[in-house]
């Protein structure tokens, strides 16, 4: 884990940023993540998902406490049933790094980052009783668990006919994918596995080395991208992102407007701003590199096409 004094060693600037910004939603950036990025540059596509920005401090007329509805979608702690055929399990609030645009950055400090025993039982509870066709081991990061965790989650939940895993690690922390994680994988399908990828210079060889090892393992890999000012809205950089994707034999899945969580405003992109690129990029990528362009409404109403949003005159992801 890349520490303080290096970060202020690059950018001195940000003595103050740094404290002010850790103290609200903590700097936390893998080695692997920081050996791709330029952390001199503060234009670094990479560097802007994850360096302290003073930006992070100021509040914005459009913030939103919970950007995406959770809160009235959670029946019981650490659940989320937004859909009829599927349900959210949350297994931690920790992760490998902190993206400074996510939209759980404000899980309040001093909350809980694992569920314990008594709410873990009900939530597995809930979820093998919900009647659905599908779970999403979601945090926080799922992969912060040891194999062993995940290998009791899953087998717990064997009466779900499918499984999704949400992940950043593959692409912020690839050490994680082993072959003892690999073979868990390949033991529990049908189960799929949706990582984070929002740059084509997030693809570095140990990355690489862990998408293969997952889809040579029968796996698939699916990929979701966020919309950021500064990192990949514009039409050359998506291009590149969904084409190197589909070349490793991930496909490109969602790419999402970004959610309106307090501190990331200046990483925002209007609906307006993904709906033309949307189409910008459609006759560029086939059907099978095209990712859906999709918001998530702070009404908790789940998932919506932007096409859909913008003949609904609806406008969330504006800044």
């Not at 698939?220 to 809205?233: E, H, I, K, M």
């Not at 789940?302 to 800044?319: E, L, V, Y």
């Amino acid at each position: 884990m890349v520490r303080a004094h290096e970060v202020l060693r690059a950018r001195p600037d940000l003595t103050d940023t740094l404290r002010d910004v850790d103290g609200v939603f903590a700097i936390r950036i893998t080695r692997s993540f920081w050996d791709r990025l330029d952390p001199t540059d503060p234009a670094d596509p990479l560097g802007l998902q994850v360096m302290p920005d003073p930006r992070e401090l100021e509040a914005h007329p459009q913030d939103e406490p919970d950007p995406v509805g959770d809160a009235a979608c959670s029946p019981v702690p650490w659940v989320v049933h937004k859909y009829p055929n599927r349900v959210l399990l949350l297994a931690t609030k920790r992760c490998h790094l902190h993206c400074r645009y996510c939209f759980r950055r404000n899980h309040h400090p001093s909350a809980a980052l694992d569920p314990t025993p008594e709410e873990w039982a009900m939530a597995l509870d809930y979820v093998r009783n919900a009647g659905v066709e599908e779970v999403i081991l979601s945090g926080g990061d799922p992969l912060m668990l040891t194999d062993r965790q995940l290998d009791d989650t899953l087998s717990a939940l064997s009466n779900v006919p499918v499984r999704r895993i949400h992940t950043r690690a593959p692409i912020t922390y690839p050490q994680r994918v082993t072959q003892g994680f690999v073979d868990l994988l390949r033991r529990h399908g049908p189960l799929w596995v949706i990582v984070h990828c929002n740059h084509p210079r997030e693809l570095s060889h140990d990355v690489d080395d862990a998408l293969a090892r997952m889809v040579d393992a029968g796996v698939p890999v699916l990929n979701q991208a966020v919309l950021l000012r500064g990192v990949n809205a514009d039409v050359e950089t998506l291009t590149e992102l969904c084409r190197a994707m589909l070349r490793r034999r991930v496909r490109p899945y969602y790419l999402h407007v970004t959610d309106r969580a307090a501190g990331n405003a200046h990483l925002r992109v209007s609906t307006e701003e993904a709906r033309q690129l949307e189409e910008a990029l459609a006759p560029r990528l086939s059907g099978l590199s095209r990712p859906r362009f999709v918001l998530d409404p702070p009404a908790g109403t789940g998932k919506i096409d932007i096409s859909h949003a913008a003949a609904c005159g609806k406008n969330p992801g504006s800044s």
